[in-house]
Every structure is written in C-alpha cells, then in structure tokens.
C-alpha cells in the first residue's frame, strides 16, 4: 500500500469517482471533512458506497475513518459501516495501543453480527493528534493483530499544543512535528506494521509533495496519505521501486543466497551483512514481486 486517499463520506459523487484515481486505499472519512450536522447523513451515504463497492472485483482497499473514541459518535459510526464490509477502519486521535484493543472489541462484537470472520477488519491508528499520543508510540507492539498501520498528523497535534504554526518560513515542519512524525516511524518498525506519511495540505504543489514523499520513502515511510486525487499519482511513483531498485535488490538477496545464507556476503566488492538482506527484501515486497 502506497497511497491513501480521504474522501468525504457524505458525497457520494466524490465516493465513486475516488474509485478511478489509482490509489491503493481509500478513507471513507466521518470525522474532520463532515459537519457536525451531516454525520447521519453521511453514514447512511458511506455504507451504501460499501455496499456497491466492496463486491467490485478490481477495487482498492476501504477504509473508513471513524470519529474518536472519546467523541461519543464512533458507535454508531460503526453501526453503519461494519454492516457494508469494509476491508478496516481508522482511527483518530489514538493515543495509546490499548485504544487499538478498545476499538478492536467493538469490531469484534459487529464482526459477529454481520457475520464476518473475526479479525478480518483491520485497522490503521492516526497516532500523533494529540500531546499524550506521543507519548504512547512504544505501546502499539503487540496490542493487536488487527493493527495495520501507523499513521502521523500535525495539524491536530498543533492545536492541542497551541502553536501559531507547524512549518516554519521555508515550508518546513518545525521541531515538535518532526518528532511526532519520527516517533511515528519508530511505533511502525516496532510494531511491525506500515509507517504512513501525512498529508500535504498544498494540493498545488506537486514539486512540494514530491519532495515530502522521497523524504518519507527515504527515511522509512511505506505509504502516504492523500487529500486530493491530483496527489495520488505522485505518491504512487514515489513509492513503487524503480526497475533498477528492483534488480539490485535481486542481486543482494542473490549473493546471500549463493553464500549459504551467510551473515555476510560480499556483492561488486561492497561487504553486505544482514540489514542489507532485509532492506532488498522490502524494496521487492513494495514492488509486488514475490521473489
């Protein structure tokens, strides 16, 4: 999974053109993009997309972005879209990984429901929205099976700290929110599931996004987040490995394999030790192969 596109769950227009912009995963969204007066409405719209999308054979994943769990909206949020199926939910403003269990019970109790396998519906948690989160990003490992990722958000984050701002003159993310996209990268790796990159909230800045998602890919982001169809494309490129990525990747896991799976191999005069190995690995399962 490469790129994640927020779509307003109360259009229905936006709903099923999102299905045609190429991105690996769409989020449904109930929270921040509808009005507090819309969400009834807005639900009703969001499980009928699911219902008429989900059977769709060439499809990408759905999501839905569920109100927080403090917000006193999430259960019945749920209640509208487990019932349609949808391949997960995220979550917003999760700060702890038992706010992963939390949801995982509710999931678990409409799983049965709507008679679907447990566990099926998986989970990505929005974990930087608040002070407190940052401060949970170590507890995720091992809270669930159903956690798939960890995603990093600044704007939320910067109206809980009361800044003025979250870039600074150039553009940049200013100090707090570097850490909280860092600490976001850690909670992934340790938790072994995806680390996925925030949003870039220029949708005219195609060179700006570009330069974000390298950095996110370099560093060891898997995916990031869209909130414009315009975006998806690039983060695609960004993220797919190039043919020559692939071929050298290929070549590292070839040399190890002609050592005996040693510790250490050698490849062009360059030593290769273990992290090599494990590096050439990912670059193939990005790219989709299954060598």
Not at 201 to 226: C, N, P, Q, W, Y
Not at 277 to 285: C, G, P, S
Request: aromatic share 4%; proline share 4%.
């Amino acid at each position: 999974m490469r790129s994640l596109l927020f779509v307003p769950g109360d259009s229905p227009r936006k709903l099923a053109k999102a299905l045609e912009t190429g991105a690996d995963a769409l989020i449904i969204d109930l929270e921040d993009s509808v009005a507090p007066d819309a969400k009834a409405a807005a639900r009703v719209a969001t499980a009928g997309f699911l219902r008429e999308a989900v059977p769709l054979a060439a499809r990408p994943r759905l999501y839905v972005r569920v109100n927080a769990l403090g917000s006193g909206l999430v259960d019945e949020d749920l209640d509208a879209a487990m019932a349609a199926r949808p391949d997960g939910v995220m979550l917003p403003k999760a700060e702890h990984g038992r706010d992963v269990v939390h949801l995982g019970a509710k999931l678990a109790a409409r799983e049965a429901l709507a008679d679907i396998p447990a566990g099926a519906t998986r989970i990505l948690a929005i974990a930087t929205e608040t002070a407190a989160a940052l401060f949970g990003l170590g507890t995720y490992a091992g809270a669930s099976d159903r956690l798939a990722g960890l995603a990093w958000g600044g704007e939320d984050l910067s109206a809980d700290l009361g800044a003025e701002t979250n870039h600074d003159d150039s553009g940049r993310w200013t100090s707090p929110y570097l850490l909280a996209r860092n600490l976001c990268l850690a909670g992934a790796a340790a938790a072994r599931v995806l680390a996925i990159d925030t949003v870039f909230v220029d949708v005219r800045d195609e060179a700006g996004l570009r330069v974000e998602a390298e950095a996110a890919r370099r560093d060891g982001f898997s995916a990031k987040m869209a909130i414009h169809p315009g975006q998806v494309s690039v983060i695609n490129a960004v993220f797919t490995p190039s043919e020559t990525a692939v071929e050298e990747a290929r070549r590292v896991i070839a040399a190890f394999a002609a050592a005996g799976d040693a510790g250490v191999t050698t490849l062009d005069g360059r030593m290769l030790d273990r992290p090599h190995l494990l590096r050439a690995k990912r670059v193939l399962e990005r790219a989709g192969s299954n060598q």
